[in-house]
């Protein structure tokens, strides 16, 4: 029997989607999919349904550097409500322990070092992580208790960006992966002598992705004619901006695409765009300003490890 046809367009390209609030990640990929009628999409890291901010989409072959943005730096703001805590890091949950102490912004500025660089953190029992084979979130929520390990992560960046009450205070985040800015709130407001949850949570770029380049769910459906919507797309490349880059002709392009090696020039191995640290183990071969393959450089050999079928 031959293959079924999959439903759907055979679209590529990333979506840099400010993702609405009170929506799921899940459901977000779903409905893009539906509005782009794409035969293929996933997400490159999951936003909480209560944040809003970037979510970037993957339709087609950008599925396959999914995870290079995984990988990204992300930058938040949100803001700390001090005083409550709950179960769930958020506004979402239920109060499970309160406090009269309310933290200066001096007091609040004077703990940030101390949560910047690589450090260990305990995720949220209401988090993604399985835990022999479950997700943390379906335990908790089935009142069993959760007990996660600490791992590292890292901050590079954690500033106060306002005060507005004496209850609130913004922050400015950038993160690594792994990071999870409501038990960042958690363990500061632990440091301060009080209690505290995230009560506003926005992403504002992952990796190369901003969030004043992205485009809403409304502004979407807003759109009526297919063309306008495929014109909100970003190219796959955009999420291999920090990979070397290697101009190949046709006949190593096909070479590539069959998953064999192709060879390349001394003047174009030494001209590989990107290189800065004089290393280079990973090389983007393009032809015509269209990606060919993610490969391996072996001297002049470039070695396909992600071919695109485009």
Known sequence: MGRRNKKGRPLSGWLILDKPYDFGSTEAVSKTKWLFQAQKAGHAGTLDPLATGVLPIAFGEATKTVPY???????????????????????????IATSEKRPSRDEIEAILDRFVGDIEQVPPQFSAIKVNGERAYDMARAGEE??????????????????????????????????????????????????????????????????????????????????????????ITTALTHIPQAMIDGPQADKLRRGQAAVISPPVAKGVRGDRSGVIDTVLAVMHDEPVAICELDGLKLKPMRVFNL
């Open 146 to 235: 959760v007990k996660l390990s600490p791992r590292v992560i890292s901050i590079h960046e954690l500033t106060v960006v306002d005060t507005p009450n004496a209850d609130e205070t913004v922050f400015e985040a950038v993160t690594g992966k792994g990071a999870y800015v409501r038990a960042l709130v958690r363990d500061m407001a632990q440091l301060l002598g009080t209690q505290g949850h995230i009560s506003s949570l926005r992403r504002l770029s992952v990796g190369p992705f901003h969030v004043e380049d992205g485009v809403t769910i409304d502004q979407l459906e807003a759109l009526t004619l297919m063309e306008d919507r495929d014109a909100t797309l970003t190219s």
């Open 69 to 95: 943005i995984m990988d990204a730096q992300k930058c938040y703001r949100f803001t700390a409500k001090w005083g409550v805590a709950t179960n769930t890091d958020d506004a979402e949950g239920e109060v």
